[in-house]
């Protein structure tokens, strides 16, 4: 995999896409930002991060069979593949919250976020976007943020981090084009945090409600079971989970 260091951008899945149209799209690229400015998350959020202290960084993944149709897919490789890298590092109570957060001990400590791009054939290809907390030791006003040094007590190389999460990436590609949803979701399932369990979830316009988490569905969304057992489906902007 062709890495690209930057000292600073404004966001890492700019950069790649950028980088991407004057290279070859048939090859697995990444750029790693010493300090991203304008980093972003799921639901139009920002992703702040110390420089020099965290990882912040995106892949491009190509030749990804019928991306528009299982992106969630996708999103559950990435996730899981980050998850096993840091269980190696003895990072503990490690789970995913859906869709693609990483919490260690109900703290989050990395999210991601997925860019697909679709060429006119509908063969398609991802730039993945990480942010990862690893050496940070403060997060001003955000009770539930942590890193992998909080976590820990201990501290840790970048560059090795890096290295080990990319060669888990590289794996993508082909498990993507080779292996079913259902597949994936059963392993996917035994790390998602509150699954089968009471918890707490709120709407858009501000309401709470317990329900229990049954899922995912073929289209990614979160499937709850509530009152009287129904089950109802949610994307990613019509239910949050509290924790």
């Not at 919250?97 to 063969?123: A, C, F, R, V, Y």
């Not at 590289?170 to 392993?187: C, R």
């Not at 073929?218 to 949610?234: A, M, T």
Request: glycine share 6%; proline share 3%; with cysteine.
């Amino acid at each position: 995999m062709k890495v690209v260091k930057v000292d600073a951008t404004s966001s890492t899945n700019s950069f790649l896409k950028d980088f991407v149209k004057s290279h070859s799209k048939k090859q697995i690229y990444c750029v790693v930002a010493h300090h991203q400015i304008e980093g972003r998350g799921q639901r139009g959020t920002s992703w702040v991060s110390e420089p020099g202290k965290n990882l912040t960084f995106s892949v491009y993944l190509p030749e990804l069979k019928s991306i528009h149709n299982d992106t969630f897919k996708l999103s559950a490789l990435v996730a899981l593949a980050i998850k096993n890298v840091l269980v190696k590092y003895d990072i503990p109570k490690l789970s995913i919250k859906w869709p693609n957060d990483i919490l260690s001990h109900q703290h989050k400590i990395g999210g991601i976020l997925i860019e697909n791009m679709i060429t006119q054939n509908k063969e398609g290809a991802s730039v993945v976007g990480v942010g990862l907390n690893v050496n940070q030791d403060h997060f001003s006003g955000l009770p539930k943020a942590s890193s992998m040094k909080l976590m820990s007590n201990t501290s840790f190389d970048l560059d090795d981090l890096l290295n080990d999460l990319l060669v888990e990436f590289e794996k993508i590609p082909n498990l993507f084009n080779s292996t079913s949803l259902k597949s994936i979701l059963s392993t996917y399932y035994d790390s998602l945090f509150k699954y089968n369990k009471v918890t707490m979830l709120q709407f858009p316009d501000g309401t709470l409600a317990q329900g229990l988490i049954r899922g995912i569905d073929n289209h990614g969304k979160l499937v709850v079971e509530f009152d009287e057992d129904r089950l109802e489906s949610f994307d990613i902007k019509e239910i949050q989970i509290k924790f």
